[in-house]
């Protein structure tokens, strides 16, 4: 049975808080503040293994990339199989299992996944850039 949430929390954050949560979740595939608080929040605790928390979170976003792109080499040598097997590829009748809309459709899978992994190296790449920028200040 789900559990009706009634308590409301409510606590103000700069723009830039914002921005970076809002960074993160997307890192993380979240659409919802709610959604993405909620976990934050019930999560397990991060060991940080004495790195500065700048360094954690950049550290957790690029194993995250690290994972997308693990994934997206898998479809990629699926998508590649179906291809170079597309004519061996037969049910007891002769017709053939793997049809072009199936590999459209993987083809389309495989570049939205590349595409959100370029999202996430640039949100990396923007986050590196602000601790480069705010450091070299100090």
Do not use: C, W
Request: hydrophobic fraction near 40%.
């Amino acid at each position: 049975m789900r559990e009706n949430k009634t308590v409301k929390i409510t606590f103000r954050m700069t723009e830039g808080e914002v921005a970076k949560m809002e960074a993160f979740m997307a890192l993380e595939g979240f659409r919802s503040r709610s959604k993405y608080l909620r976990k934050v929040a019930a999560g397990p605790r991060v060991v940080r293994r004495n790195l500065r928390r700048t360094d954690a979170n950049l550290s957790k976003q690029i194993e995250l990339l690290r994972a997308d792109i693990k994934r997206i080499g898998v479809n990629y040598n699926q998508v590649v199989k179906a291809v170079n097997t597309l004519s061996l590829l037969r049910d007891k009748r002769g017709n053939a299992v793997v049809t072009a809309q199936t590999l459209d459709g993987n083809l389309t899978d495989l570049k939205t996944m590349m595409l959100s992994v370029l999202e996430k190296v640039e949100t990396i790449s923007a986050e590196v850039s602000y601790i480069s920028n705010s450091s070299s200040t100090h």
